[in-house]
Structure formats: structure tokens, C-alpha cells
């Protein structure tokens, strides 16, 4: 059966769980498998991004033809009106069908010209857009295990547009080198761009699940997002960019750090590296401590609506003015969300949010949404779980690898587990807070298991550590010798040549600003030591390191960094 539409045609391009989106059809990608079932697909390219993915023919239609069909008039995705107008500019730059340049001749009784030869079709489709979300694609691998990866990169560039002359806009550049057959001039005409433009990096292009993955994977879940490659300065520190929706100014991300306590300014100039496209759902948050500021301020970037709710409510009004919503309790909060997460210090502030007056568990009704990502024990997710299903709400747990910068960043790994359709509802939230996202299945508990284990090792690295450095004080060696050599041998990781430099900068100021509180770190390890007594596995080293975060406590350092463990070594 001949194909409905043709490489270069203009279309409308409709995945499930999403509305129809511009794009080209183009050739197909090597990289990107043809999807196994025998319906007839075209590999469509989504105008807006550089992203592409296998499209059933039956969700495609020609874009001329149904201008006005698909068009949105109500709760119009980020990046859509970007995408409209970088398909409106192909469409003109397309040159006349002969049936048009008929019509025109007719209409301005002037002879008929003959119709101009087409350009040859790029293999790579390409369009000039801002530095907003857009569709995208992502490799869902057919195992019980799905763990979907985050991490596609652009840059910018200043390139101006010649019908509407901007400041410096982030672009997707394709490369000339992929595109045979083609003049460079007739390459940069096609595309409306200067010559020369700077390449831009893409990895980890992932294959589409065929239709009966689809049928079980929401679209949102197959997303990939386009993280922005900030500029290096000369100290090389990435550079902020502008954000045009929050109206801050630029700033370069400095060292210093504010304490728990307070809401971190560069928190409210930092710019958003990423590009998401946000669900329509409401999202509420609960807690903004050190983590809960930067997640919630990278959801609201990238154009997430966003009510939050803290115990200090004072910690609200930055981010009521960078345009969240604020609730007056966690029962307001979920009554008005559809989707509600928590990050809060441990689980008792889990159990009073959830359970406590006007808790969590009050505004809980069917088809409600809840996500935990606070880092407790394993009993109190399954009570928060139970109550949640109890009451015909949707659990999720979503503990987070990483601590203060990369939640500022929204560089952190989401552990999940619970419901698989809320995970993939959620999907573009974990977008926009971390840098890759793992559901490690339904079962509840999971990804709290997984949590405990990461930060076992964490904290048994860090009172290693913390006992080289006070060693190497006590026996004359520079410490800021041995943070250079551990950061240059086969040690170096970032962990090691973070704090390392964080002790050797607390020897001379006497401060451990921190990213990772000591307390909590402390805590993690109590609640891995009670996993290992229920499933009897010795934990020699995590028990040792126990007693020195403990030490550390003692001190007076529970609520500094994790590095003031060098106290305890010391002491």
C-alpha cells in the first residue's frame, strides 16, 4: 500500500496522552528502531526540538489541510506557540505546488510561471526555536525494570531571526555534514539561518516502544529533555542565563551557600538549564528545606503550576512572587492538586504532614495523587502508603540521590516505586528536578532500600575520608595537598574532591555551609543499619561510620555539612 505523505511533508503529529504537535517527516534515523508491528509509521520531526520518533500514520495529518483543526485554543503547552510559528515559517519558505501556482496566475491574470524545482529533502529536518519545552522521544526498554534516561544537551547561540530580530536565543543547530547533496548556502537558506553555525551536541537518542508498549506507557514517560550547556567563564563556573518568565537578572553561580534557615538567593537568580514540556496537571509541594527550594523553583521554570506549602510559612513569599500558588495547609494542598510530593527532613515530619490536623491524609480522596521523596525508613512509607491507597489515593515513593546544588540544578536521580501510572504522570516534574529518573517497580519500599543503600556507602566514603585529612594534619601534610591528590588519582570522583576542598576551606573559616546536613546523613545510617539487622547482614563499616557521624553530632555539628564529620576524627 503506497505511503499517505512523503519525506518533507508538513504535518500534524499526535502521540497518545498528548495533543497533536507541528513536524516535518524526514528519514529515518539509524539509531531510532522501526517499531515491530506492521501498521504503516513515519518518523516525524517535531518542530520546536530536535527531537523525532515513530508516529502510526493514522495520528498524522497534513498541516496545511487542518490549519485551524488542531490548533489550541485552552491550556496551551509551553513551546507550542514557538512550535506554530517555526512550522508556519517552513510552510512559507516551501516552494509553490503547481496547483497553487495556477491559482495565483488565475487571480492576477499574469501568464504562469513555471513551478520551481523543490530542494533536496534534509535528512536531518531543521527550525530556529526559543528555549522552551517541546516534544520530545525516549527509549523505554521492554523490561520489568523500565529506566528511562534524561540527558539530551543544546547550547546557545546568538543567531537573530530575520523577520523578528531578538537577543540571544537558544536554537537547536543541526550539522551540515549529515546533509549530502546540498549547497552550504542552500543548506542555511532552507533552515532561515546565518552560516556557520555552532554545532550542538546530541546523545543517548533512544528507540520508540512500539503500540502496544504505548498503550502502557504514557507519553510523558517517553520525553526527553534539552538541558542548556551553560557558558564558561573564565574561572570555569557555568554562567547563568536570563529567564525571561521569572524576569531575573543573570548571575554567575558563586560558592557561597546559606544555611537551612534561610531561602538561598542564588536559588532565585539561578536560571533553569533545561527545557520541559509541563504536564497540565496541578502540582502541589510540601516542605521547602534545602532540597524542596530548588525542586520547586525548577518546576516553576520550567512551567509547572505549583502550590506550595511550608511549616515556615515566611519561606513561601520568594516563591509566591516567582509565581507560585500558596496553600494554607497540606489538606489545602492536596484538595486543590491533582499531584502532591513531600520532601521534608525524616519521618517524623512525614508522619506529622501526612497524618497530623489539616495532614496530607484529610484531603485524600479518589484518584487523588501523592508522592513521597523524603528520605525515611522503610515502616513509615508503607503506613503513608497504606493510609493513602486506603482512602482511594495514588502513592508513589520518589526518594532523590543528590544533595543542595544538584537540586538547585535539578541535576538529581529520582528513585521510584509504587504506581507506574503516576510515575509516568510525574514524568515531566522528574524532567525537570533531576537528570534521570528510575522506576524500579510497584512494590513500596523499593526505592527507600535503594536510597539507604546509596547513602551507606555515601556516608562510609565521607568518614574515610574525614580520617585521611585529619591523619594528614596530625602528621604534617599540607590538607590542601592531599584534596590536589586525591582529586588528580584514581580516588577522584566527586564526592572526594568536594568535600575534601570543603574541609580545607572550613580549616581556614571555621564554617561547613551546608549541602547535605550532617544529622540527615547520620540518620540514613541508622535507618540502614535496622535493614541490615532485619535481613541479617553485618555492617561493619557502615557501623563504624555510624558512631563517628554520631561523634560529630555530640560536637555541635548536626546541622553543618556533612565534611564537619572531620571533627569527629580530629577530635
Known amino acids: 500500500m503506497a505511503a499517505k505523505f512523503k519525506v518533507g511533508d508538513l504535518v500534524w503529529a499526535k502521540m497518545k496522552g498528548f495533543p497533536a504537535w507541528p513536524g516535518r517527516v524526514i528519514q529515518p534515523k539509524d539509531e531510532v528502531k522501526r517499531p515491530s ?11 520546536g526540538s530536535e527531537n523525532y520518533a515513530w508516529i502510526p500514520e493514522e495520528s498524522i ?27 508556519e515559517d517552513a510552510l ?14 488565475k487571480n492576477k491574470d499574469s501568464a504562469k510561471k513555471p513551478t520551481p524545482v523543490r530542494k533536496p529533502t534534509l535528512k536531518r529536518p531543521l527550525s530556529a526555536s526559543k528555549d522552551e519545552p517541546r516534544p520530545s522521544t525516549s527509549k523505554t526498554p521492554p523490561t520489568k525494570r523500565q529506566k528511562i534516561l534524561v540527558n539530551t544537551q543544546t547550547v546557545k547561540s546568538p543567531v537573530k531571526s530575520p523577520e523578528t530580530p531578538k537577543s540571544s536565543e537558544s536554537i537547536v543547530i543541526p550539522d551540515y555534514s549529515k546533509t549530502p547533496n546540498i549547497s552550504k548556502d542552500e543548506f542555511y537558506q532552507e533552515i532561515g539561518l546565518s552560516p556557520e553555525p555552532t554545532k550542538i551536541k546530541s546523545k543517548d537518542v533512544y528507540d520508540m516502544p512500539d503500540d502496544e508498549e504505548m498503550d502502557k506507557v504514557s507519553w510523558l514517560s517517553m520525553t526527553m529533555s534539552l538541558q542548556v550547556k551553560g557558558r564558561q567563564g573564565t574561572s570555569g563556573k557555568s554562567q547563568g542565563y536570563q529567564h525571561k518568565d521569572l524576569g531575573v537578572p543573570s548571575t554567575t553561580t558563586g560558592t557561597a551557600v546559606s544555611s537551612s534557615t534561610q531561602i538561598d538567593d542564588a536559588l532565585l537568580t539561578r536560571n533553569s538549564a533545561k527545557s520541559v514540556i509541563p504536564t497540565p496537571l496541578r502540582i502541589g509541594f510540601l516542605g521547602l528545606g534545602i532540597m524542596g527550594q530548588g525542586m520547586v523553583m525548577n518546576l516553576l521554570r520550567s512551567g509547572h503550576e505549583v502550590t506550595v506549602w511550608n511549616r515556615t510559612a515566611s519561606k513561601c513569599r520568594e ?13 489545602d494542598v492536596v484538595q486543590n492538586c491533582d499531584i502532591t510530593f513531600t520532601c521534608v527532613a525524616d519521618s517524623g515530619a512525614v508522619r506529622d504532614i501526612v497524618f497530623g490536623n489539616s495532614g496530607v491524609l484529610q484531603g485524600i480522596s479518589r484518584g487523588k495523587c501523592y508522592v513521597e521523596m523524603s528520605t525515611v525508613d522503610e515502616e513509615t512509607v508503607e503506613d503513608v502508603a497504606e493510609a493513602i491507597m ?11 540521590v543528590g544533595s543542595r546544588v544538584p537540586a538547585l540544578e535539578g541535576r538529581l536521580v529520582i ?8 510515575y509516568d504522570d510525574c514524568f515531566s516534574c522528574f524532567e525537570a528536578m533531576g537528570k534521570k529518573s528510575f522506576y524500579l517497580g510497584n512494590e513500596v519500599g523499593t526505592a527507600t532500600r535503594m536510597k539507604l543503600i546509596h547513602n551507606m556507602l555515601l556516608g562510609t566514603v565521607m568518614a574515610g575520608l574525614a580520617e585521611a585529612m585529619a591523619l594528614a594534619e596530625k602528621v604534617g601534610i599540607d590538607m590542601e595537598d592531599l584534596s590536589e591528590v586525591l582529586s588528580l588519582g584514581s580516588l577522584s570522583c566527586p564526592t572526594i574532591n568536594h568535600k575534601s576542598q570543603a574541609i580545607v576551606n572550613a580549616m581556614v573559616n571555621g564554617k561547613f555551609d551546608p549541602h547535605f546536613p550532617l544529622q540527615h546523613q547520620q540518620k540514613d545510617l541508622r535507618l540502614v543499619l535496622g535493614l541490615g539487622d532485619r535481613v541479617e547482614q553485618p555492617l561493619y563499616v557502615a557501623s563504624a561510620a555510624n558512631e563517628m557521624f554520631k561523634k560529630a553530632r555530640s560536637l555541635g555539628f548536626s546541622e553543618s555539612d556533612i565534611s564537619a564529620v572531620v571533627r569527629a576524627a580530629n577530635a
Not at 68 to 81: A, D, E, M, V
Open 37 to 47: 508491528n506492521k501498521k504503516p509509521h513515519h518518523f516525524v520531526f517535531f518542530f
Open 61 to 87: 495529518h497534513l498541516y496545511a489541510d487542518n490549519r485551524n483543526k488542531y490548533s489550541l485554543t485552552s491550556r496551551i503547552p509551553r513551546g507550542f506557540k514557538e512550535a506554530i510559528e517555526a512550522i
Open 92 to 105: 512559507k519558505a516551501l516552494p509553490a505546488s503547481p496547483a497553487e501556482s495556477t491559482t495565483k496566475g
Open 319 to 331: 516563591f509566591v512572587k516567582a509565581g507560585a500558588l500558596r496553600g494554607t495547609s497540606p489538606n
Open 390 to 400: 486506603a482512602r482511594g489515593g495514588v502513592f508513589l515513593e520518589a526518594p532523590v
Open 415 to 422: 528513585l521510584t516505586s509504587g504506581d507506574r501510572k503516576l
